[in-house]
């Protein structure tokens, strides 16, 4: 055990756990997927600082901000990132829906994280945009999207805009709450169990099967027949799993039409 726990704390260990997680290293492997993800993973890093802000600025009653010295730039690096969050996510529904790669499930539940990432970005911006009518702002190069939204909008009144403003704010709340509760019962809980599942990745070559010993008359049952069967490991690998498919790509049992390896991590699959 005390073994293991300072084999784990191995800088080769660090490194490569870096390189995954920060560094997106496996995503790269297949560059435009690898960006996209990359955009997103850090784009919803900046934007939690955004959030607060938009927080702080519903409770101010408009017009307060988070006391940031150079503000002006915290507020196009967010807007910024809004607008880049966005294009990853007309990517990532372009990849799914437009280039139909097989590896990629279609429907409703891979749509939802796309509709609520979309709707988190466009309500920060129409919040934001209807601030700045609300106080009568000019446009500015430190708030190039909001700006731009808000000469659109440039008739209406000043009332008009705080309703708007409080209305795109809560929306925004709502959504952002909605994916607190979302993200635990998905796929994208791999947000917290695709790090501890690299820490404690194998350390052996990959696909080494583990024999099994046929000639143990104590044993029940041999391999994995039900869920019970499977170790914590395997257990945190289904947590772990994102459904990209890739498994699928090279799998033998797939390419013959039969279940695939990612059948087997979903909770779909038959293994119950
Ligand atoms: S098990 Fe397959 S679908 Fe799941 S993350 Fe790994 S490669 Fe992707």
Known sequence: ????????????????FLSQVFGQRKLLKDWRSGIMHIVIFYGFIIL???????????????????????YHLFSLSQEITVLLILLAIIYAAYRRYGERLPR??????????????????????????FERIWFQLNPSFYAP?????SVAFNRLSAQTAEVLFYLFWWLHLLILLTFLVYI????HFHLITAPINIWLRRTEPPGRLLSIDLEDEEAESFGAGTILDFSQKQMLDFYACVECGRCTNVCPASNTGKCSLRCISLPSCAIT
């Open 1 to 16: 055990m005390e073994f293991q726990i300072r084999s784990r704390l191995r800088w080769g260990n660090w490194s490569g």
């Open 48 to 70: 939690q600082f955004g959030a607060i802000d938009l927080i702080v600025k519903g409770l101010s009653q408009g017009g307060g901000h988070l006391p940031l010295p150079a």
């Open 104 to 129: 990629l499930k279609k429907g409703w539940k891979p749509s939802i994280v796309i509709i609520l990432i979309s709707s988190l970005m466009f309500t920060v911006l129409f919040s934001l945009s």
């Open 145 to 149: 999207v909001s700006s731009l939204i």
């Open 184 to 187: 635990p019962q998905s796929k």
